[in-house]
């Protein structure tokens, strides 16, 4: 965690506050910001979320698939996600 406050210039706690936390989902919350249809159809808008998805650069955290890029999309709320 020091590392991570330290690299993006949060003051060093340790501690997962509302700035740190913020800094951590920061990524995820841009990957599914939500993407007018305008003149897309319905069948475009899938591809449009995947470029999105990967522009925002995913690393998955908590190994095996649990992480939260997965709980993202498959809805995963403490289950086995498998």
């Known amino acids: 965690m020091r590392?991570?406050?330290e690299a993006r210039g949060l003051t060093v706690t340790e501690v997962v506050d509302v700035k740190t936390?913020?800094?951590l989902v920061a990524s995820i919350v841009k990957a599914l910001n939500p993407i007018a249809a305008g003149s897309k159809s319905l069948s475009d808008l899938p591809a449009a979320y995947a470029k999105q998805h990967v522009k925002n650069h995913p690393l998955e955290a908590g190994g095996d698939n649990r992480g939260p890029w997965v709980r993202s999309y498959l809805g995963w709320h403490g289950?086995?996600?498998r």
């Open 3 to 5: 590392d991570f406050q």
């Open 21 to 23: 936390h913020e800094q």
């Open 79 to 81: 289950k086995d996600a």
